[in-house]
């Protein structure tokens, strides 16, 4: 009597399909998660650039506590009236300082409502 194994069955090779999908699912993933361009880009000056500074004060103070013009504290609603009152032109210099605890999105907020109400010539200081 004899003995005889059992032939052994073709190896399969393994399909790429399902990988396939998940790199394309990841693709599709990333490039609808990702943001392109820029969303708002608010113009602004750098030191020593720019025309001299003439005219009333027009320092615009953020802090925790809340905003000033000049020292004298204001709600956010009123900045942008009281500055129309202190400037000859939309292309007047107006100072905007921060304090060391401000969030960056208090800062973007109010540069945002200045340059909102047509004030083009925005200089952040340190």
Known sequence: MSFAFPRPAPRRRPSLTPMIDVVFLLLVFFMLAARFGQDG????SAAGEGDGYSGPPRL???GVGGITLNGRPLPASEVAAALGRLVDAPTDAILVETGPDVPLQDLADLLGLLSGAGF???VLLP
């Open 41 to 44: 880009a608010i113009p602004l």
């Open 60 to 62: 615009v103070s953020l």
């Open 120 to 122: 083009t010539n925005l």
